[in-house]
Every structure is written in C-alpha cells, then in structure tokens.
C-alpha cells in the first residue's frame, strides 16, 4: 500500500523559510511525477510545484523565485524549500505522487506565516 508522509510545516514569520519533506513508501520504484498542492481555507487545491523523474520542474507563478521542489528518486522522496515567505503562503500543503497512471495524496502539513 502506497502512502505518502508529510513534514516540515510549522509556523514561520513573513520572509522567513521552510522547508517541507514528503517521504513514499510502498512504491518499489520512484514515482513518475511527485508535486506540492496548497489549499487554504474555503478555497480549491492549488498546484505548487511538480518535478518529473528526469528532474524537471514546473512552478505556479506566485512562487516561481521563492520556492525550489526537488525530488531524492533513490529514497522516494520529494521536497519543498520555501523562502520568503508571505502570509497568503498560509495553507495545508499536500504531496501528491503519480504512478501507472494512478494519484496518491498524502494527509497534509499545516504551514503558517505571520505578518
């Protein structure tokens, strides 16, 4: 069973940093597209980031030059290095991963920026 573990999320003053981990585990091989999707309250889930296997990158302009995604094949793993961080950044940020065709969420870590 595929699951996906979230960390890193806390509570940051603006123009500070985070950075947020999410391990896989149950997936013999890595994944073809691991991504960061926020959701603040009483609005849709948003795509962050994603990163492919091949380690190319896509951003959503209101990040692009403050967030960096990476990913560790080897270990399954995907992160978020976040700098300058704004209090709209306030969200429940998930991890999502793509394999065979098939999505798998984690449950979520809460990040917070204080003005």
């Known amino acids: 069973q595929v699951q996906l573990v979230e960390s890193g999320g806390g509570l940051v003053q603006a123009g500070g940093s985070l950075r947020l981990s999410c391990s896989a585990s149950g997936m013999a091989s890595s994944f073809d597209v691991m991504s960061w999707y926020q959701q603040a309250p009483g609005k849709q889930r948003e795509l962050v980031a994603m990163v492919n296997r091949g380690g190319s990158t896509n951003y959503a302009d209101s990040v692009r030059g403050r967030f960096t995604i990476s990913r560790d094949n080897a270990k399954n793993t995907v992160y978020l290095q976040m700098n300058s961080l704004k209090p709209e950044d306030s969200a429940v940020y998930y991890c999502?991963?793509?394999?065979?065709?098939?999505?798998?969420w984690g449950k979520g870590t809460q990040v917070t920026v204080s003005s």
């Open positions: 999502r991963a793509l394999k065979y065709g098939l999505v798998y």
